[in-house]
């Protein structure tokens, strides 16, 4: 019985380690499996060589996207879309990391080292929030935003990320090529690579988005970048006395 459907012609590079032979793809796909799609492995599995990367880019990344957030891939596959083939490593990542910021990046003097996070809720209900009116049509997944409390003067952050489901015929990127939004001059996408727009300052945020997120009405920015891969921040609004004491 063949497992992986497509197999992968081995490209060794020249400090591969695997020239004398490797595992088959059906026996990686079954060892994988049983570690229940472990992101750590895999990510060190794609560092062997070439042919180990492109196996975990195809087919590992994608089981593990499956076996996170099942009913999202579903979703972002109907309709005959494909927005997710060949991203899935990228995807896999969003699904784990938040990125923060470096001071002088993609939200100015902010710095938060980026980190993995053990699970994280993404949510197409949440993601109509982020939505200019004219493009509600659109799907988008948004995760729930990571805390970073007590930085400083900025207060307590809120970072989140998100994908759109075929970004590439939605209405949100129609809409950025029509106003002739320019990239951001120096920075790329986090997860794969891709060039940037800033949804804030092409105006493009609805306050909405604020509400959604428990955050300080104009102090929601995210980018998205050519693939769909959303990447944003917040300032949260502090916990009321009410709360603060529930918690308690």
């Known amino acids: 019985m063949v497992l992986v459907v497509k197999q992968h012609r081995c490209t060794h590079s020249a400090s ?5 032979g490797h595992l088959s793809e059906d026996a990686l796909f079954l060892v994988f499996r049983h570690m229940n799609w472990n992101p750590r492995l895999i990510a060190i599995l794609s560092c062997v060589c070439k042919w180990f990367d492109e196996v975990a880019k195809q087919v590992l990344w994608k089981e593990f996207c499956h076996a996170r957030a099942p009913k999202m891939m579903l979703d972002l596959h109907s309709g005959g879309s494909h927005i997710v083939d060949g991203n899935w490593k990228a995807l896999g990542k969003l699904l784990i990391y938040c990125n923060g910021c470096t001071k002088g990046g993609l939200f100015n003097n902010i710095h938060v080292p980026g980190h993995f996070v053990f699970r994280t809720r993404f949510s197409r209900t949440a993601g109509k929030s982020f939505l200019p009116l004219p493009c509600k049509s ?3 997944y948004v995760s729930d935003p990571c805390e970073h409390l007590d930085q400083g003067e900025e207060g307590d952050l809120g970072f989140f990320r998100g994908i759109f489901k075929s970004f590439a015929t939605s209405r949100v990127k ?18 794969c690579k891709a060039k940037l727009w800033n949804m804030f300052q092409e105006n493009m945020i609805p306050r909405s988005a604020s509400a959604r997120l428990g955050a300080y009405d104009d102090s929601v920015e995210y980018f998205v970048c050519l693939n769909g891969h959303v990447i944003g921040i917040s300032t949260l609004l502090p916990l009321s006395d009410s709360e603060e004491a529930a918690d308690e």
């Not at 591969?16 to 004398?20: A, E, F, L, S, T």
């Not at 129609?174 to 997860?191: D, S």
């Open 16 to 20: 591969c380690v695997c020239i004398k």
């Open 138 to 140: 659109d799907v988008l």
């Open 174 to 191: 129609k809409m950025l090529i029509e106003r002739r939004a320019r990239f951001h001059p120096r920075e790329l996408c986090p997860y």
